[in-house]
T-cell receptor, first 112, second 111 residues
């Protein structure tokens, strides 16, 4: 059964620092992978979607990479800002037409 | 604006009571999902539906029921059989396997 793990569970950094969030999954046969952001008490907002055939996706200061063979994805955040403080969740789709399987998330705190 | 509307924002359930959480979307998405989120936990899938009048159980479907009579609506009923219903419930939708869009959630508590 596919399992998604995110380490660390929490991370605190000063403003301006570049940082990497990690996501690993146990079964490399995935259809796509998505990264989400969740603010306290709110729903999730999609940040990036990577298809299984892609190696990375970029949006603004965010860059997500995918290495299917090793079962890993990373979310790189450049020049972090206090507004980036949130919980970041990774999710994989095992195959087309199935629901996403989520990790527990990494809670990021960026101090000014 | 297109989006997903969940209501109510907060809901309280009495012992032995069934309660229904509403989820409506105007994104013209085919697929809709219900997830449950507990503190410190990731999202766990309750039910999902790829098309109208069809739905599949997720990992934690026991004690829950759904219907999909209209493309826009996917209500979730938390039955009295669900012994630990206190959680944050999130509804989502997507166009096929594309980006998943979420509502703002319903927080359910027991009186």
């Amino acid at each position: 059964k596919q399992e998604v793990t995110q380490i660390p569970a929490a991370l605190s950094v000063p403003e301006g620092e570049n940082l990497v969030l990690n996501c690993s999954f146990t079964d490399s046969a995935i259809y796509n992978l998505q990264w989400f952001r969740q603010d306290p008490g709110k729903g999730l907002t999609s940040l990036l979607l990577i298809q299984s055939s892609q190696r990375e996706q970029t949006s603004g200061r965010l860059n997500a990479s995918l290495d299917k063979s090793s079962g890993r994805s990373t979310l790189y955040i450049a020049a972090s800002q206090p507004g980036d403080s949130a919980t970041y969740l990774c999710a994989v789709s095992p195959q087309a037409g199935t629901a996403l399987i989520f990790g527990k998330g990494t809670t990021l705190s960026v101090s000014s | 604006d297109g989006g997903i509307t969940q209501s109510p924002k907060y809901l309280f359930r009495k012992e032995g009571q069934n309660v229904t959480l509403s989820c409506e979307q105007n994104l013209n998405h085919d697929a809709m999902y219900w997830y449950r989120q507990d503190p410190g936990q990731g999202l766990r899938l309750i039910y999902y539906s790829q098309i109208v009048n069809d739905f599949q159980k997720g990992d934690i479907a026991e004690g829950y029921s759904v219907s999909r009579e209209k493309k826009e609506s996917f209500p979730l009923t938390v039955t009295s059989a669900q012994k630990n219903p206190t959680a944050f419930y999130l509804c989502a939708s997507s166009f096929g396997d594309r980006v998943l869009h979420f509502g703002d959630g319903t927080r359910l508590s027991i009186l």
